[in-house]
């Protein structure tokens, strides 16, 4: 009969660990709980896992990349109503890794089995596979376990992932139709230039007539379209390629960084967006139990933005020498001036009106003081987790707001643009034609 190893708490809330023969994990859990335990944790004992793990690790497929974050979502939901349903962990993963396509995540997820399996506990194999689990989701996960809450945890870790993809499908919808129009907008100006034009140039050609001021400009703009065509896809990949290099060097990520929280009309979309994470990400690991500073650590390390970084390093410094978290976030809440970001206002904002723009901006602070007196307030009160999670849901709604507000100007601006580009075109076609007509009617 097949040995396990235990880790459970008893009546009086202490913790022990033991080693029981049962014929399955299911028989075993039944049996402590059946004694008044409460399980924490249960594996094959090493012995017999050691055996275990030396088989061919069937089921894996090749696969390359990270595991996206609705495959993540979608998984910890179903993890959390297994755990909820009361079947033990390893009998949960093998469950979802059997149901799993092939992938990343099947591979991650089998992997993690056999670790389990090995006598690591869930956090511990988790850690081993980065693709699909990060720091923020292991650390949570190891608060469950110590707390004996894992399905708790789950549970917030389902929500707090499905709000955050939420947020960012409903940015990436917002983007896709002017970057869609404007794709298509130029896709009919370059069939316009480089096919229609050209059939009206040969016809003007032939009867030698002085053109109009806006002719010449279209016929001009038609040839310099067709002989250098390559800059209409050159032109884009050369910025990208600008900015993947320039950014490639901390220093000018920060300016970067720094310039998207700050550049008109975008800056506040992408400044919202990263509060309402960030705020989520530490209101959810506080009230899971991560201690303050492991917490803003891995706050700072999700927050994808230099900027943001720096300001909970700074806070999280501050803490250790004695400091609340409302006092250091208050202080550093508003960057200094940084040459990088004023070099990418230059760049990409005509030059010195992008410098004029940015000096009427960089006073301006990247958190707002509703959040840092909200954040004040729930240290007071000791419900800092409730008003961090306050904080995102008002800034979830304002990033909703915003984006609804930024389409509807959008739209008829493209809608303008479009139009006027074409009616130019018609206009500048039709006048040497009306000429043309007189002429003939002479």
Known sequence: MPKYKIEAIDAAGQGFTDVIEAKDEDEANATLRAAGYHVTKIVLHKERAAAKAKKAKTGKTFAFGRVSSKLLRDFTRNLSILQDAGLPVLRSLNILSAQAKPGALRNCLIDVCNEIESGSSLSE??????????????????????GGALEVILQRLAEFLERSESLKQQIKSAMTYPIS??????CILVFIMTKIVPKFQEIFAAFDMELPALTKWLMTTSDLTLTYWYLIPGIPLSIWLFIKVTTSFPYMK??????????????????KNVIARTTRTLGTLVQSGVPILEALHITKETSANLVFEKMYQQILEAIREGDTIANPMRQYAMPPIHPACIFY????????????????????KILGDMVVNMVDVGEETGELDKMLYKVADVYDEEVSIYTDQLMSMIEPLLIIFLGGMVGTIVVAIFLPMISMIQNLSN
């Open 181 to 186: 129009v404007l794709v298509f907008s130029l």
């Open 125 to 146: 194999a988790m850690a081993k596979s980065p693709k699909a689990f990060n720091r923020l989701y292991i650390n949570m996960i190891k608060a469950g376990e110590a």
């Open 254 to 271: 920060y300016g970067w960084d720094l310039f998207l929280l700050k550049m008109p009309i975008f800056g506040p979309l992408f400044e």
């Open 345 to 364: 206002f230059f760049c990409f904002l005509g030059g010195p009106i992008g410098i004029l723009i940015y000096l009427t901006k960089f006073r301006n």
